[in-house]
């Protein structure tokens, strides 16, 4: 019976969200694992073991979710499946209040732990049942190698877990669940040129002061665990899988002691926030992508950096997958270049990496429109770091957006500017805040922009042809291209037979 749901299951998984829209409103990148070598080139160490989500469902909802994996990916992949058909085919409606859906999440994580542990039950009763006849290595016949050699294919299958961030848009309202280290932050974009940066909620791990007083609850040593920092190869607290630390948490040292389960698969919910009139874009991390930032420029300014990038790309970028992976190839090369250069030899490698942009309301660089034609120049302040030294400057860069009239030869036949929305003549430099649950700092800065090509805060206007000055005097080009083309033409007309 087990056995037949477990196929049926498996089965499901396969067109689970087949039918379900993806969420044209976001973009995902990905990096896969990293070990560095003595000369500084990486490998890939594992197959990739994040996940992610982002669909769309009926009645404006929409479900974001990244999962990070370890021991293999089964239980991200799992993860993200299940919640999907948990939230997505018709649980969630416009009706719903608050306590719904907070209520809803929370039994849509429950039945994941358990659907998942439902798939693997034979394959934990057989170990159980197979692991009386091990043998020591020198005492080993040939049925006694073959069990073993099934055992290590049953651990295989039941072993690896994952953490599991998840955003929920539902009636313009925003709600994230949470389990484990990821991580999501929110921006909002303000009128006046101002970034707040919110992280909501904090990671369930072993320097949360919170979870250390709950497993402290528990009969645990809190203090040991916060001096080890893991728990099973783990710094979450709080994770779906794992059946070693669910099921076999007595042989733990560390966990032996506790008198019920320590590590649970229970979210921590937050919201509503309400997103109406709000401009900006929310992130959804894994601890991977986060970790490796960590180890290069030092955690105290990973919110602002990681927003600031993002910033930086969304200026850049006409679309925002290209946005994303853009994002995680810097954290990527950062990591890098602090191994290289000695700040961190000790960070050796970094995990699975993966970033999740969903925009609110929140422009787009459009490539195809320049301040020319009536676009609209938004600078954005962004921290740069290069690999020759751990100071941060930082340059502007221009995002140009179309304005609210047609364009007609590069003129626009009806210019409306929203009040608040930054002019040529304007032009404020963004400002970075950085707020979560127990600090608040904000910081600006400008620089001198020598790393990327400034446009002029002043349109050029077009002449009666339409055309437009170009921006750069070509002149002195044309005047040495006209004396050399002279020269060849004399050299040519005193000997024609020269090619």
């Known amino acids: 019976m087990a056995a037949h749901r477990r196929t049926l299951m498996q089965s ?15 973009g995902v990148g990905t990096a896969p694992n990293c070990v560095y070598g003595p000369d500084g080139k990486g490998t890939q160490s594992h197959p990739m073991e994040d996940g992610h989500l982002r669909l769309r469902g009926e009645d404006g909802c929409f479900l974001y979710g990244v999962f ?13 499946q299940c919640l999907t058909a948990e939230l997505l085919l018709g649980q969630l409606n416009s009706s719903h209040t608050d306590g719904d859906v907070r209520r809803i999440l929370t039994q849509a994580f429950d039945v994941v732990e358990k659907s998942y542990f439902e798939t693997i039950d034979d394959a934990l009763a057989e170990k159980a049942h197979l692991s009386p006849y091990t043998l020591p290595h020198n005492e080993l016949t040939p049925q006694s190698q073959k069990v073993q050699e099934r055992l290590k294919e049953l651990e295989q299958e039941v072993s690896g877990g994952a953490t599991a961030v998840v955003a929920l848009i539902l009636n313009n309202k925003l709600y ?13 974009s303000s009128s006046d040129g101002q970034n707040q940066v919110q992280q909501i909620g904090r990671p369930h791990s072993t320097d949360n002061e919170e979870e250390l007083q709950r497993l402290a609850a528990l009969g645990v040593d809190s203090a040991r665990v916060r001096q080890v920092g893991q728990i099973a190869g783990q710094s979450s607290t709080r994770r779906l899988g794992d059946y070693r630390v669910k099921f076999n948490y007595n042989e733990i040292e560390l966990l032996s002691s506790a008198k019920t389960k320590p590590i649970i698969s229970e979210p921590e919910i937050h919201g509503s926030h309400s997103l109406d009139g709000l401009t900006g874009f929310l992130l959804l991390m894994s601890e991977g992508l986060i970790n490796a930032l960590e180890s290069a420029h030092g955690p105290e300014q990973v919110n602002q950096e990681i927003v600031a990038m993002v910033a930086a790309e969304l200026a850049q970028q006409t679309s925002l997958e290209a946005a994303a992976q853009s994002v995680v190839e810097r954290v990527k090369r950062l990591h890098h270049d602090a191994y290289v250069s000695g700040r961190q030899r000790e960070a050796y490698r970094h995990e699975d990496m993966t970033i999740l942009i969903r925009t609110l309301n929140y422009p787009l660089a459009d490539g195809a429109l320049t301040p020319t034609q009536g676009g609209r120049i938004y600078p954005v302040s962004v921290p740069y770091s290069n690999s020759q030294s751990t100071s941060k400057t930082s340059v502007t860069l221009s995002l140009v957006m179309p304005s609210q009239g047609t364009l007609t030869n590069g003129t626009s036949t009806a210019s409306t500017l929203e009040e608040g929305t930054p002019t040529p003549g304007q032009s404020p430099t963004a400002t970075l805040q950085s707020t979560n649950t127990q600090t608040q700092s ?30 750069v005097d070509f002149s002195q080009f044309y005047r040495l291209w006209g004396n050399e083309h002279s020269d060849a033409l004399c050299l040519h007309a005193h000997n024609p037979s020269h090619t």
């Open 68 to 80: 990070n994996g370890y021991d293999g990916s089964r239980v991200a992949n799992f993860a993200a």
């Open 176 to 188: 994230v669940a949470n389990v484990g280290t990821n991580r999501v932050l929110l921006c909002k």
């Open 12 to 26: 499901q998984h396969q067109s689970w969200t087949d039918d379900l829209p993806l969420c044209q409103m976001c």
């Open 442 to 471: 904000s910081s600006s800065s400008s620089g001198d922009g020598s790393l990327f090509r400034q446009r002029g805060s002043q349109a050029a206007q077009p002449d009666e042809t339409g055309r437009v000055p170009p921006y």
